[in-house]
């Protein structure tokens, strides 16, 4: 009955989309860079932003010049004073972009939006530029931290597991982490949740600051954005603050230990000092991480690691393992996690089904229906009434919609989050709040870059800080569902919808793997599709099995 049924669920699934194989490469202008500051050494990590194939920041202006050329009613090419008029406030376009509810405000002053108080006309540059600098630019950055508190969590996973009360965890024990936490499966689903391992182990929700209007970065955050325009002195500032041991305003290779030939590369003069001249020439180093992040409804899932300009990898891409939709880089006494996460969202359609119900047979709102609760197009008769009669038509609207369309969710997103030194941070991969049967396997996995001595044992204290890299496309990041551990205000990068019809309900417990105990066949079927043998079937086996039964005859 189970064989039968297995062949039948595998005739009827759907096979999901497939990504091109071809590699992507840079493109002008998709450069993002980031400084990270270590104890040891500062690492430059480079990430080329891609969306549909195109710089983030090409996507982003093509965004703005749709805005433009509908408020450009004569079509010559500039903004008058009369056509600004209904230009979005800064306020408005973050509101635009963002997808939040459009309040009333004024439009922009028409001196800071043409570039000055003798300018007449506003060219689409400055139009662009007023609009880059509004808190929904190209590529808008935000911090993520949990406030201080007692890891229990964690606790407990040293509790459960630390059999001989070492204070450390050996290969051993961790190896043996599934068969220790099956006593704490109350409901046999194979999954450890946060309550069943602590019940007051819930960790605190994350705090988050943008960086729009010049806000600080946290002190504890080691990072700095390079952004086009970071001047030289910022950088060299950067550096000798953080690395000048001596304070004689110059860095030995003793206080910036790069490797020689870099160091050599900047030390112009061969004095085995690096002044702030030199120093200035550090972002024509090659940098020691180089990917590609490819975003957009179309784009490929992978990220990208590329090599180096002479085809050798980069220093931190040779420590980078195979990753599940994440990329985890070891670097020092830290882990980088980078994940790309996309929001397709459309536009809704109730203002026009509202407009509908408003404007009655004549098909306009003037004033005074405008202004009446629910007040919904106050806002709009400023930005839409193209024509300037103090009323709205439908066209109008629909107009402005079609704008709103292409203009909605075109900013990208980088939200650097501190997760701290957590075990069980580390162990739960995908940030669900549950270690999973393949979580719970793969714990030494996780911990052994980390066992620097390899005497196949860590301690408590050589945890890896955690830091997530977040590039996200359309929506800044959202608060995910309600999950268990403080986990549920950070989006899940781990796509859940994939795979097979039968792979996705015969995966129970959600934890995008189907086990044994979950798997409707036979033995004999479950062992042909596990291919690597691992004892779970993921969604790559699944779809590859799902092809090979639709290529026989």
């Known amino acids: 009955m189970r064989a039968s049924f297995i062949a039948f669920v595998m005739v009827v699934s759907v096979v999901g989309p497939v990504v091109s194989a071809e590699k992507p490469a840079a493109v002008p202008g998709d450069v993002q860079d980031l400084l990270l500051f270590l104890d040891k050494r500062p690492y430059l990590i480079r990430l080329h932003l891609q969306v549909e194939g195109r710089s983030f920041q090409t996507s982003w202006e093509n965004t703005v010049g749709h805005l433009f050329h509908y408020l450009d009613v ?11 008029t209904l230009a979005p406030s800064n306020t408005q376009w973050v509101q635009l972009m963002t997808g939040t509810t459009v309040e009333p405000d004024a439009a922009p002053d028409f001196a800071a939006l043409a570039g000055g108080p003798n300018e007449t006309k506003v060219t689409r540059a ?73 019940p007051n182990g819930a960790y605190p929700v994350f705090t988050f600051r943008s960086t729009t209007n010049e806000q600080p970065v946290p002190k504890t955050f080691p990072f700095v954005i390079l952004r086009p325009d970071t001047t030289a002195k910022v950088l060299t500032g950067q550096l000798l603050t953080r690395y000048d041991r001596d304070k004689d305003g110059t860095l030995s290779r003793t206080e910036l230990p790069l490797e020689k030939a870099a160091f050599a ?30 975003l957009g409804k179309n784009s490929r899932r992978d990220i990208l690691v590329m090599p180096s300009a002479d085809g050798k990898p980069h220093p931190l891409a040779t420590r980078t393992p195979p990753g599940d939709g994440a990329l985890r880089v070891p670097v020092d006494e830290k882990q980088l996690e980078l994940v790309r996460r996309n929001t397709i969202t459309t536009l809704r359609q109730e203002l026009l089904k509202q407009f509908d119900a408003l404007a009655g047979k004549n098909g306009v709102l003037g004033e005074k229906t405008v202004y009446r609760p629910p007040f919904t197009f106050v806002a709009l008769l400023r930005l839409a009434d193209r024509n300037a009669d103090n009323q709205l038509s439908r066209q109008e609207i629909a107009d402005f919609l079609d704008v709103q369309e292409k203009s909605f969710f075109r900013t990208t997103y980088l939200t650097v989050v501190d997760r701290g030194q957590s075990l069980f941070e580390m162990l739960d991969t ?55 551990g403080g986990h549920g205000n950070l989006p899940l990068f781990r796509d859940r919808s994939r795979g097979p ?53």
């Open 126 to 198: 400055h139009f662009v530029r007023y609009y880059q600098n509004s808190g929904a630019g190209a590529l808008q950055v935000e911090w993520g931290w949990r406030p201080p508190a007692q890891d229990l969590l964690t606790d407990a996973l040293f509790r459960n597991l630390d059999k001989n009360k070492d204070g450390v965890l050996s290969h051993e024990e961790l190896s043996a982490t599934q068969d220790v936490l099956h006593a704490l499966d109350l409901d046999g689903d194979e999954i450890i949740r946060a309550v069943e391992l602590a």
């Open 430 to 484: 995908d940030h669900d709040g549950r270690l999973s049967p393949r979580e719970q396997r793969s714990a030494w996995t996780r911990l052994a870059p980390w066992d620097r001595e390899g005497a196949g044992r860590i301690a408590r204290q050589r945890l890896p800080r955690q830091f997530q890299l977040i590039v996200s496309h359309g929506q800044p990041r959202a608060y995910g569902p309600a999950l268990e």
């Open 265 to 294: 590369r900047l030390d112009r003069n061969a004095d085995g000092q690096l002044d702030a001249a030199e120093l200035a020439g550090w972002r024509k180093l090659p940098p020691e991480l180089e990917l590609i992040v490819p």
């Open 74 to 84: 004569d079509g010559d090419g500039t903004l008058s004073k009369k056509e600004a």
């Open 501 to 553: 019809l039968w792979f996705r309900k015969m995966d129970r417990n959600g934890d995008g793997d189907v086990s044994p105990a979950e798997f409707l066949g036979n033995r004999e079927q479950f062992r042909r599709l596990d291919a690597d043998g691992d004892g779970l079937i993921d969604v790559r086996e699944a779809e590859r099995a799902d092809r090979d039964l639709r290529k026989r005859p």
